[in-house]
C-alpha cells in the first residue's frame, strides 16, 4: 500500500506545471483550511462525519486526479461543495498530496 501512495504521490507531484511550487505561506493557509474547512464535514480528526473519512490510508487508495477533481468540483448530489472559485489547480493538487502524506 505504501507502494501504491508513493506512486499516486508522484503522479499528483508530476502533474504540478514546472515552478508550481507553493510558497510556505500559502502551504501554512492550506493546512489550516484542510483543518478548519474541510475539518467542519470530514471531522476534525478527519475520521469522518457528514463527508467521507480522509485518513491517510483511505486516500492512498483513490487516485490523485481524482482527489483533485473532487476538490474542485465537489460531488454533485452531496453536500461537497465545489471550491474551484477558492483554489487553483496547484492548490487542489497540494492538498491531495497532503491528504496522502506525500507532503508535510
Not at 483550511?33 to 486516500?59: I, K, N, Y
Amino acid at each position: 500500500m505504501r507502494v501504491l501512495g508513493a506512486i499516486t504521490g508522484a503522479v499528483v507531484l508530476a502533474a504540478w506545471p514546472a515552478g508550481a511550487e507553493l510558497a510556505p505561506e500559502r502551504q501554512a493557509r492550506l493546512r489550516d483550511m484542510v483543518a478548519q474547512d474541510c475539518g467542519s464535514c470530514h471531522g476534525m480528526t478527519r475520521q469522518g462525519g457528514l463527508g467521507s473519512p480522509l485518513l491517510q490510508d483511505d486516500m492512498v487508495k483513490l487516485s490523485a486526479e481524482s482527489v483533485v477533481h473532487t476538490i474542485l468540483e465537489g460531488r454533485p448530489g452531496t453536500p461537497m461543495p465545489p471550491w474551484k472559485t477558492m483554489l487553483s489547480r496547484d492548490d487542489a493538487a497540494w492538498i491531495a498530496a497532503y491528504l496522502m502524506g506525500e507532503v508535510k
